[in-house]
T-cell receptor, first 111, second 119 residues
Framework: SQQGEEDPQALSIQEGENATMNCSYK?????LQWYRQNSGRGLVHLIL?????REKHSGRLRVTLDTSKKSSSLLITASRAADTASYFC???????????FGAGTRLFVKA | DTEVTQTPKHLVMGMTNKKSLKCEQH?????MYWYKQKAKKPPELMFV???????INESVPSRFSPECPNSSLLNLHLHALQPEDSALYLC??????????????????FGPGTRLTVL
């Protein structure tokens, strides 16, 4: 499967703590994106990192990409209860024609 | 307008019914997508339309029939569905779709989804 694998599958933290989610993939990519999905709702795009980039920031979000290890991580700093959601990585593979979503990490932030 | 809208929000149908899901965007995007998502699973691509033409059909059963009447609208016609087709159906759009040798790198904007239950 070309699907990205994410870990952990589920993560429960206290408000104010940092949350780190990891994504691994199998073949060369052009870019990797992270999306958030609140329960039963549509996905919201968070951030895109290209294969020639190593790190990107957006507000409380920090994404890293290690193409040698075929992995990416999403760090949410100073988490809030409103960050409770599922987070998916999505990869656009070199020579491919569609975006493939990973299995997702379910994050629960306790107030 | 930076929104993708989907109607209805919820749909319950029997296996002999015919129904349609509707998706609309007014962002000028020329690529539109249908995804199916089961509980606690990632979205799975069903169809991609690029410039109102069907570009990708991910071997979806013929009981699902997509239609793109114009650049702003995307429909999914449903007929003779099975209970296992119950899922959240998501529509998305992006600026463009670079299929074939190129790779789609454009951000996809998702609608809120239609929760479908087949009895």
């Amino acid at each position: 499967s070309q699907q990205g694998e994410e870990d952990p599958q589920a993560l429960s933290i206290q408000e104010g703590e940092n949350a780190t989610m990891n994504c691994s993939y199998k073949t060369s990519i052009n870019n990797l994106q992270w999306y958030r999905q609140n329960s039963g709702r549509g996905l919201v795009h968070l951030i895109l990192i290209r294969s020639n980039e190593r790190e990107k920031h957006s507000g409380r979000l920090r994404v890293t990409l290690d193409t040698s290890k075929k992995s990416s991580s999403l760090l949410i700093t100073a988490s809030r209860a409103a960050d409770t959601a599922s987070y998916f990585c999505a990869t656009a593979y070199t020579g491919g024609f569609k975006t493939i979503f990973g299995a997702g990490t379910r994050l629960f932030v306790k107030a | 307008d930076t929104e993708v809208t989907q109607t209805p929000k919820h749909l319950v149908m029997g296996m002999t019914n015919k129904k349609s899901l509707k998706c609309e965007q007014h962002m000028g995007h020329r690529a539109m997508y249908w995804y199916k998502q089961k509980a606690k699973k990632p979205p799975e691509l069903m169809f991609v339309y690029s410039y109102e033409k069907l570009s990708i059909n991910e071997s979806v059963p013929s009981r699902f029939s997509p239609e793109c009447p114009n650049s702003s609208l995307l429909n999914l016609h449903l007929h003779a569905l099975q209970p296992e087709d119950s899922a959240l159906y998501l529509c998305a759009s992006s600026t463009r779709f670079s299929g074939g040798a190129s790779v789609n790198t454009d951000t996809q904007y998702f609608g809120p989804g239609t929760r479908l239950t087949v009895l």
